[in-house]
């Protein structure tokens, strides 16, 4: 399959595209602190841990990085479930399935 | 001009309309879909096929929009199944209607047992009648799970060409084996979940323009009903060309529709 180039060199995708993914790096960094911050249950929520595990894809030099991270927050196990007790998903996956990686 | 071939108009205003309109929309596809709660009996889904065939394509002729659209029992509501055979045997009564396109969105959402039965019973229903079929795969955690359920269970009803089966919502980690196994697919563009706008062109620079669409799915929730020009405005500041911008945008929903022998654009 012939796959199109990328277009704009480094440099013109920076001057478009940093000052926004900038700001999409703060939200992250303050969401993180945010959750710090907050009392209650969650410490060890599942969907933070996956999210942490994410954050270090992210700087690992490697290619490929947005299918590396769907595929971390996906489910791997290949049979149907039993019964849907719920309608929802949660964007990553519960530590009670089998699918977790 | 563009056509969005995923759009749930039975949830979003008149304005709605009129800005596609403005935007160069010339024709959609609604498929069926849940509208947030269980209907509760199928003579529900008896009024919606009414409004998806009848009240939406006249909703769109005032803005010189051509409407389409695809009937099923979606899959957040297969999980009974008596309920749901009761909704699918409702459908061929509105096989007739010429905006009808085939079965859709069908698929999975947790790819549950039930769930898959429904599905197959859909898969059915299409071969026994040749229709064209749109497939929803499931978010999140759950589509590349079921993303292979669902392509599995079309590959061993056989008697679908995986050309005429559109397989929607892909992202970087399902749509490489979707156009792998012959199938169409589709990217949904998203605020939060999905796909954005950029990285929908990202794919299109990674996996090319073949049997690849672009869609808004706007409905009820958090999105977007002119995701697709911002997608086209996307192409452009990133240098891409009229051309594949109309193919991604037009033609190849024109090319992939257009088998059904009832899609029309205004």
Avoid at chain 2, 23 to 52: K, M, N
Avoid at chain 2, 60 to 68: D, N
Wanted: net charge negative; glycine share 6%.
């Amino acid at each position: 399959m012939a796959s199109a180039p990328v277009l704009l060199s480094k440099r013109a995708l920076i001057d478009r595209s940093y000052l926004e993914h900038r700001a999409r790096l703060l939200d992250v960094a303050s969401f993180l602190d945010r959750v710090e911050r907050a009392g209650g249950e969650g410490a060890d929520d599942f969907r933070m841990r996956a999210f942490h595990a994410c954050c270090a894809l992210l700087i690992d030099g490697k290619p490929d990085r947005t299918q590396r991270i769907l595929e971390l927050l996906s489910d791997h196990t290949r049979e149907p479930i039993a019964h849907a007790h719920t309608k929802s998903a949660t964007g990553a996956v519960p530590p009670t399935s089998a699918g977790a990686r | 001009m563009y056509i969005d071939p995923h759009i749930h108009m039975v949830s979003r205003t008149t304005d709605d309309y009129q800005r596609m309109a403005l935007a160069g929309c010339v024709a959609i596809t609604e498929p069926a879909f849940w509208a947030g709660y269980d209907r509760s009996s199928p003579q529900g889904f008896h009024d919606y096929f009414r409004q998806l065939t009848d009240t939406e394509p006249k909703r769109a002729a005032q803005y010189g929009i051509r409407h389409h659209t695809w009937l099923c029992i979606n899959p957040k509501e297969a999980e009974d199944p008596v309920f749901a055979r009761e909704v699918i045997a409702l459908i061929p009564n509105f096989l007739a209607c010429e905006s009808v396109l085939g079965i859709g969105e069908i698929g999975l959402n947790k790819n549950s047992r039930n769930e898959l039965e429904i599905l197959e019973a859909h898969l059915d229903l299409a071969a026994k009648h040749n229709l064209m079929v749109l497939v929803h795969t499931p978010h999140l955690e759950d589509k590349l799970k079921g993303t292979r359920l669902i392509m599995d269970a079309i590959r061993n009803q056989g008697r679908l060409d995986p050309g005429r089966v559109l397989i929607d919502h892909v992202e970087e980690h399902t749509v490489g084996m979707v156009l792998e196994r012959g199938f169409w697919a589709g990217m949904t563009l998203y605020p939060d979940t999905k796909c954005t706008p950029q990285r929908a062109v990202d794919i299109f620079e990674m996996h090319g323009t073949e049997r690849l669409w672009i869609n808004s799915a706007g409905d009820w929730g958090q999105s977007d009903p002119l995701a697709v020009p911002k997608a086209q405005l996307e192409m452009r500041a990133r240098g891409h060309c009229e051309s594949n911008i109309r193919k991604v945008s037009f033609e190849n929903p024109l090319a992939f529709l257009s088998q059904s022998g009832r899609f029309k654009i205004s």
